[in-house]
């Protein structure tokens, strides 16, 4: 009988037939240990050597990291195994021998992995990863279908910006020039005035020069967009989603956030209400004493890490070199330092920034944007999800609401995630009127007739409406504590990667 993995527990005692991959190997002599993955989990299958297993036992003594098989045996619980359970083996059936699999246990570089990606999500950090995202994706669509908002596809060739025209990728058209669309938030105020409440969720693309943690090329967004909404109601559902995005996560995969080593306790703290601020009091806090004195603590606590990092690796060479050490020994010290090695290189870069980041915090322009630097020092100031409204008008889309008592600012809102994770949200209330829009899209320097239809929205039947959206991959590396956000996708693109 096939069966999978993950449905070990209902087999005990059975004999059963496994599917899958060779993950990881080792023998005794008279004993082959084969870690088999078969997508659901790892299982160790145990070969015996005898006359039962004559046929098969050499081969799989020898078999590939990789190799296909399918692996017959009986069903053992044992705790202390990886999974749970192990498998006595009675058949083995190699269906690909694969040799030199590139991506060993050794240390590779990034880059190294990210040319391989093809493969490298078969390695069980990033396959826990891109289970969190299937199951954030899946919450994602059921929070929105659950609570009455109707899905409306969007557009990806798209006529006009939509998000500020530095971040265009542009397409041939049949000879016409089109972009990638950088939201589809215009595409759904249309819709939310004929369905009440919808939501668009894809892929979309932004030609981000900046090769930061945050920065993919091309992400996922949901967009919800919500008719007689103003920024109050928005930031109401954005609080709710966050909420049942973090419950739904924590209750399906507590396993896999443990393996990639998040708190998971401070994921529980996340609880409504989150803090809320304006632009106006982020500037003080970004100017005050409390964001010198984090930095100033950053820099201390990172310049003593350094120290304590060098000497750690140097202990680890001087011990490879000494005599007596076994070769299986000398692997494990050089993974280590590579490791480490990998930890100081970043340690140097951070080190190297915070003077950096504490003068664009204490010369924070009051009527500028939040710098990426910015966003995480007001969310590492806070323990919970920080709402951060009413930006300066110059720093924001076209589109978002005057506000009525400031009308240099605007009634949007910005989620920042906490541990420094910055934006995952970006929504507002949205402009309404009719003349206030057409004088914001010429502000912009925008071109009034490619924005004829989404004026019509203000002249049929206008009414206070707003949205938000947030993107997956910052929201994937916040659950699972990711530092880059390379890893939140199967296949990331940044400026300067597109292979595979
Ligand atoms: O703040 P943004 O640009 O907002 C919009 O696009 C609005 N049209 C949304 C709306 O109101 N309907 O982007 C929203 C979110 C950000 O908070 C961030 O999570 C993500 O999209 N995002 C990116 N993620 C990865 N790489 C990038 N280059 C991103 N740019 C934005
Ligand atoms: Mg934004």
């Known amino acids: 009988m096939i069966v999978s993995i993950v449905d070990l527990s209902r087999h005990v005692g059975q004999t059963v037939t496994l599917q899958g991959w060779l993950y990881h190997r080792r023998d005794s002599g008279k004993l082959v240990f084969l870690v088999v ?58 269906v690909q021998n694969a040799e030199n699999y590139p991506i060993t246990p050794k240390p590779h570089g990034i880059d190294f992995l990210f040319r391989h990606r093809h493969l490298h999500f078969r390695s069980r950090r990033q396959w826990h990863i891109l289970r969190v995202r299937h199951t954030l994706v899946d919450e994602i669509r059921g929070y929105f279908n659950r609570n009455g908002y109707t899905l409306i596809d969007t557009p990806i060739f798209a006529p006009s910006a939509g998000e500020g025209s530095q971040t265009l990728f542009s397409v041939d058209y049949f000879g016409e020039p089109v972009f990638l669309a950088q939201t589809g938030q215009l595409y ?47 930031i109401a559902v954005a609080e709710d989603f966050i909420c049942s995005i973090v419950q739904r996560v924590l209750s399906d995969h507590r396993a896999d956030l443990e393996f990639l080593g998040r708190d998971v306790a401070a994921l529980e703290r996340i609880r409504a209400p989150f803090y809320r601020i304006t ?31 060098q000497k750690l690796i140097a202990e680890k060479e001087t011990q490879a070199k000494a005599g007596g050490v076994k070769e299986w020994q000398k692997e494990k010290l050089a993974a280590d330092a590579a490791d480490l090695r990998e930890e100081l290189a970043d340690l ?60 240099t600012r605007v009634n949007n809102v910005d989620l920042l995630a906490p541990d420094g994770y910055g934006e995952i949200i970006g929504g507002s209330q949205r402009e309404e009127d009719l003349t206030t829009l057409r004088d914001r899209i010429h502000e912009d320097g ?23 959206g947030l993107g997956v991959e910052r929201t994937l590396a916040w659950l699972c504590g990711l530092k880059h956000i390379r890893e939140t996708i199967p296949y990331p693109r940044m400026m300067g990667k597109i292979y595979p």
């Open 37 to 94: 993955r078969d997508g659901t989990g790892l299982c160790q299958c145990v070969v015996a050597r005898g006359p039962d297993t004559d046929s098969f036992f050499e081969d799989c003594r020898r078999l590939g990291q990789e190799s296909s098989l399918r692996v017959t045996g009986v069903v053992r619980a044992d705790p202390k195994q990886v999974g749970g359970h192990e498998l006595t083996v009675t058949h083995v059936e190699i």
């Open 446 to 468: 925008l071109n009034e007739a490619d924005y004829e239809w989404y004026l019509d929205l203000r002249r049929y039947g206008t009414v206070p409406h707003g949205g938000f």
């Open 279 to 309: 632009h106006r009091q982020a500037a003080e806090i970004l100017r005050g004493p409390k964001a010198r004195e984090l930095l100033e603590r950053d820099l201390a606590q990172k310049s003593a890490r350094i120290a304590e990092v």
């Open 348 to 407: 140097e870069v951070e080190v190297q920034n915070i003077p950096h980041h504490m003068q664009l915090a204490a010369n924070f322009d009051p009527n500028g944007d939040l710098g990426g630097s910015d966003e995480t020092i007001i969310s590492r100031l806070h323990d919970r999800p920080v709402f951060v409204t009413h930006y300066p008008k110059g720093c924001k889309a076209f589109y978002m609401k005057l506000n009525a008592e400031d009308r």
């Open 188 to 234: 759904v105020e249309a819709a939310c005035m004929a369905f009440g409440k919808v939501y668009c969720f894809g892929p979309t693309f932004r030609a981000e020069k900046s090769k930061t943690r945050r920065h993919l090329t091309e992400f996922w967004m949901v967009e919800p967009e919500i008719a007689y909404a103003d920024l109050d109601a928005v």
